[in-house]
């Protein structure tokens, strides 16, 4: 949707296994954000960046790094999965202005 | 960023506007309003946003009062396909900046037919 692609969609994985979801991005813009959705709690920010190698965190950050090397690519990482990191996780991205974000499609995970 | 007061849930019968509420009292002279809609498991869909004047497009109108204290959605012949959680954010918006989307909980909207 709108040239922006979560990867994968859906994963499993092991507690204290190293996961890292993608999101990959088309439209060249500046901005691109990491949320988790959880019931109860709505969606809330993990990380964001606003360039390449410029990063911040967000208020549930604990646990996670995030990476961008490159304008299109922006890596969620959990350097060792817990169970509490079960969710669904959506990229969002903004490019200059008044305008609104365009967010992917999610990427559900569960930790077992 | 204010904080918004939204009713966690509203029924609306097909074919007919929906209004949807929000409250933001403590808005500063220079904070958008925002709506937004997560369709169930979808990613959040943007769908309007203004400052101070009443904003419309394809999909909905926004009013917003004249002293910014709250504001309405309104979908004006609402469908099964607009049911969905609404969230109503209030933020700045530097051209320049960046000003990440914090989101409350949202109203469920339910279309009836």
């Known amino acids: 949707d709108a040239g922006i692609t979560q990867s994968p969609r859906h994963k499993v994985t092991e507690t204290g296994t190293p996961v890292t979801l993608r999101c990959h991005q088309t439209?060249?813009?500046?901005?691109m954000y990491w949320y988790r959705q959880d019931p109860g709690h709505g969606l809330r920010l993990i990380h964001y960046s606003y360039g390449v190698k410029d990063t911040d965190k967000g208020e549930v950050s604990d646990g996670y790094s995030v990476s961008r090397s490159k304008t299109e690519d922006f890596l969620l990482t959990l350097e060792s999965a817990t169970s509490s990191q079960t969710s669904v996780y959506f990229c969002?991205?903004?490019?200059?202005?008044?305008?609104?974000?365009?967010f992917g499609s999610g990427t559900r995970l569960t930790v077992v | 960023d204010a904080k918004t007061t939204q009713p966690p849930s509203m029924d609306c019968a097909e074919g007919r506007a929906a209004n949807l509420p929000c409250n933001h009292s403590?808005?500063?002279?220079?904070?958008?309003v925002y709506w937004y809609r997560q369709i169930h498991s979808q990613g959040p869909q943007y769908i309007i946003h203004g400052l101070k004047n009443n904003e419309t497009n394809e999909m909905a109108s926004l009013i917003i009062t004249e002293d910014r204290k709250s504001s309405t959605l309104i979908l004006p012949h609402a469908t099964l396909r607009d049911t969905a959680v609404y969230y109503c954010?209030?933020?700045?918006?530097?051209?320049?900046?960046?000003?990440?989307?914090?989101f409350g909980k949202g109203t469920r909207l339910s279309v009836i037919a």
């Open positions: 954010i209030v933020r700045l918006d530097l051209i320049s900046g960046n000003t990440p989307l914090v």
């Open positions: 439209e060249n813009h500046r901005y």
């Open positions: 969002a991205i903004r490019g200059w202005g008044n305008y609104g974000y365009t």
């Open positions: 403590t808005i500063s002279g220079n904070e958008y």
